[in-house]
């Protein structure tokens, strides 16, 4: 699983800046790239950084709460970097929210990459959610998962 994908269908979801999708538009040249997040002012950012990496004609943006506009088993990858506060609080309720969102979202054998503040032990979430699941990295801080959507 760990091998470098070549999805063609690839969701940013939470996209902020949207440096994941056009890093991934970027290097995938015939994917098709939703990024969502529910911030105005993050689908603002997402959209002016897909302009400047000339990748708006595969790089669609949508201000949504999730995987709302993103077909039923369309994607082949999504990337997930979720929020972990809400102000000042940690707060792990939008995270696990979006995990299982992508459940839906997935088609059957894709990825979801995520990554995620060591301390919040999403994995077992995203095994039950998601299917086999495999660390790629962690240190004391970040934690790096890869799951493969059950068939």
């Known amino acids: 699983m760990t091998e470098k994908p070549q999805a063609r269908r690839i969701v940013d979801l939470g996209c902020g800046n949207g440096v ?26 997402t959209q002016l950084t897909a302009d400047r990496a000339g990748v708006t004609d595969r790089v669609t943006v949508h201000r949504a709460d999730g995987t709302e506009t993103v077909p039923d088993g369309w994607a082949e990858l999504i990337l997930l970097n979720p929020p972990f506060h809400s102000g000042s609080t940690v707060h792990t309720g939008v995270a696990h929210r979006l995990i299982r969102s992508c459940a839906r979202a997935l088609a059957p054998g894709g990825e979801l990459r ?10 077992s979430l995203v095994e039950r959610t998601i299917g086999p699941t495999e660390q790629l990295a962690r240190d004391r801080t970040f934690t790096v998962l890869v799951a493969r959507c059950r068939d």
């Open 20 to 45: 994941l999708g056009v890093a991934a538009a970027l290097a995938n040249p015939r994917a098709e790239v939703i990024a969502t997040d529910q911030s105005f002012a993050a689908v603002a950012a």
């Open 114 to 123: 995520i990554v995620f503040n060591s301390s919040l032990g999403y994995r």
